[in-house]
């Protein structure tokens, strides 16, 4: 338990509070912090990720083999609009696990299918109308860029020459290699060659985790 003074600098220009003392009431404080809010979601969906996102709750429905993704007003949950659906593949197993996130201040979400080694991960982005589509799959970690979408690979087993900027050229998407090809990118070998998603682009520079240890920044353009 942490325990502070209840001065003016905590409490309104740390916490943002305003506060009164009352004889009959005894202190009282008036809060804009953000509330917790009960939902009365389906009860499937606690069984899977959920979302919250410009206005809609993003859940998922398994229903036999296939899952579907649904969204639905937080005014109305009772009405659902479907998102996305996809059948399940079952050959190793039952996994209908499927994770939301965000970036680039858009929704995604990615399910796994397959084995561990010769299956994939599935990346949807989900559109301003509430309809997703497949945008990559593989095993990867790609950001977009001012000049393209950065991937770096990741499938078993680790190898080098990893690294690429793919863009479109008359609609069709074209890899350029870059970085150097002796270096296996975004592997963490320190802990037992894991893959790793923390790359981060800012403006036209790319930076990575160097053998686990610190971020270096490398330019997309003369890499």
């Known amino acids: 338990m942490t325990y502070f003074p209840l001065t003016w600098k905590f409490a ?8 009164v003392w009352d004889k009959s009431k005894g202190l009282i404080i008036k809060s804009n912090n953000p509330q917790v809010k009960t939902v009365n979601l389906p009860k499937y969906a606690g069984e899977n990720n959920v979302a919250v ?19 639905a007003k937080d005014s ?13 593949d079952t ?3 039952f996994n209908n696990s499927l994770t939301f996130y965000k970036a680039d ?15 994939r991960d599935v990346y949807c982005k989900v559109n301003d109308e509430g309809k997703a589509t497949v945008e990559e799959s593989g095993y990867l970690d790609f950001k977009n860029t001012s000049n393209g979408t950065l991937k770096m690979y990741q499938g078993p ?9 793919s863009s479109k050229e008359g609609g069709i998407d074209k890899e350029k290699s870059i970085g150097n090809p002796n270096l296996i990118y975004r592997w963490n070998i320190q802990e037992g060659y894991n893959s790793d998603k923390s790359t ?3 403006n036209d520079k790319v930076y990575y985790v160097k053998d686990g240890r610190a971020a270096y920044p490398a330019s997309l353009i003369t890499t």
């Open 12 to 19: 309104h220009d740390t916490f943002g509070w305003e506060y």
């Open 53 to 71: 996102f410009d206005g809609y709750y993003y859940f998922v429905e398994t229903v036999n083999k296939t899952n579907k993704v649904y969204r």
């Open 76 to 88: 109305n949950i009772s009405n659902k609009e479907l998102v996305y659906s996809y059948e399940i």
């Open 91 to 93: 050959n190793y197993g």
């Open 105 to 119: 201040k858009t929704l995604w979400f990615y399910y796994h299918s397959g084995g561990a080694v010769m299956g």
């Open 157 to 165: 087993p680790p190898n080098g020459a990893n690294f690429f900027l």
């Open 200 to 202: 981060t682009v800012i």
